[in-house]
Structures are given as C-alpha cells and as structure tokens.
C-alpha cells in the first residue's frame, strides 16, 4: 500500500463544512480582499504570537521582501549591505534579499538541526553585513538569545523566516516573536496552510509596521494618494 507523503484532503475535508460557510459568507459580503476575516485574522495571530502587529500578505515571499524593503525606505539598510542566510534555506528566502538590491551571505547550516547556529555567527559579521535572515526549519527554531544580543549590539537586524514553523517555541516564546520582523508563508503545504496562497508578517516596531502597510499598497494610505515613489525601486534594482 502506498502512502502519500502528504494528504493535504484529510487534512482539510474534516473541515469542509465550516471552511464552505465561511466562504459563501465571504461571496456574499463581497470583500475578496482585506476584508472583515483578513483583520479578524491578523489581530488572532498577533495574540497567539505576543506581537503588537500582524499585516496579511499574498505569500512568503512578499513577507520577507516587504520587510526588507521597508528597514532601506525608514534607513536602516541600504542597497549593496549583506544579509546572512543559511545555504540550504528555499529560494525565496534569497529571492527576498537580492530583489532590494542587498547581497546574501551563505553560512552552512548546524548538521544536527540544519538551521543557523547564531553562536558561531560572529567571525562571519563584516562591516558590511547588517541583518540576519533566520529559516526556521522543519519546525525547529533557531534562537540564542546571548549570541543574537552579543550581535544586536553590533547593530544587526534579526529577520525571522517562519514558513516552516509556525507553533515552533522556547519555552512557549514562539517563532515569530524572536526577531525585529518575521516573515510567514501560509503555502498549502506548510503547516499553517490556506486554501491558496498567503501570508503574513509580525512585529512589535510601529515605524516599520506603518511603512509596510504603505509598501503593501502601492505606497499609498489612502486611496488614491500614493505618497512615496520610492517603493518603485524594488522593481528595478
């Protein structure tokens, strides 16, 4: 007998019913984007992860990208900067890097947990690198608090990439809460998946939740008003 890797139906059709209703209630409301569901969601993630912030996205690869995009519009990256990521870690965890114009930094992985040992990331911290993009894998996270203080203080930023791990905790701190910013993916087969795409992020910093919440607009906060251009440049670097 064969059995499958993973079955997305049994997973799914237990709650066929309620996921129905709320998608005809959807239908008929007729806010297919951002809507009523949408906030109720963001505001339930933010209690269950202790973060002041949740905005929704179109997938993981938008999370991470409009973070780092968001840290060079409020300065504290620039164009050209490294951000170290692990070498094993999926595509659009570098994808989100290389399209702001910034330079990924391979590091191989911890052979016991495949995730970044942030205690041995010191001697690979140049002056040009300024963040760290942390990949939760398989539902491990990668946290340690006396190395990422130690670097914090060397002025890096803490990204966290929470496809994988959303639940993942230390002693019931979760992923997600750990970093400056957190990118989740809600892809079908992650462990938080949706029917279709999506995705999120969270964070504790106002500044940076109100330019995303920009960025994810088109640069505009109120309709039809597009306030900064900058956001453009994302596209073209």
């Known amino acids: 007998m064969n059995v499958p890797f993973l079955d997305l139906n049994k997973l799914n059709l237990r709650h066929k019913t309620e996921i129905l209703n709320k998608i005809n209630s959807i239908i008929e409301n007729g806010y297919f984007i951002r809507g009523n569901e949408n906030k109720l969601f963001e505001e339930d993630f933010s209690r269950f992860l202790n973060q002041k912030h949740t905005i929704g996205v179109a997938n993981g ?51 016991s947990t495949y995730n970044l040992d942030l205690s041995k990331l010191s001697p690979y911290v140049s002056n040009k690198t300024k963040a760290v993009l942390m990949v939760h894998l398989y539902g491990q996270v990668s946290w340690d608090y006396n190395a990422v203080n130690e670097l914090k203080n060397k002025g890096l930023i803490f990204v966290e990439d929470c496809a994988q791990s959303v639940g993942g905790n230390i002693n019931d701190t979760f992923c997600g809460s750990f970093g400056d910013a957190s990118g989740f993916s809600f892809y079908p087969g992650k462990n938080l998946g949706a029917w279709g795409d999506g995705g999120a992020i969270t964070t504790n910093n106002k500044k940076l939740m109100l330019k995303i919440l920009e960025l994810r607009n088109w640069g505009s906060t109120k309709k039809y008003i597009h306030n900064s251009m900058d956001f453009l440049k994302c596209f073209f670097n």
Not at 61 to 73: G, V
Not at 75 to 82: F, I, K, M, P
Request: net charge negative.
């Open 61 to 111: 690869l938008d999370a991470l990208r409009l973070i780092f995009r968001a840290y060079i519009e409020l300065g504290r990256l620039s164009v050209g900067d490294e951000v170290i990521v692990p070498a094993n870690t999926y595509i659009a965890s570098v994808l989100a890097i290389t399209e702001n114009g910034l330079i990924p930094k391979f590091l191989e992985p911890d052979i």
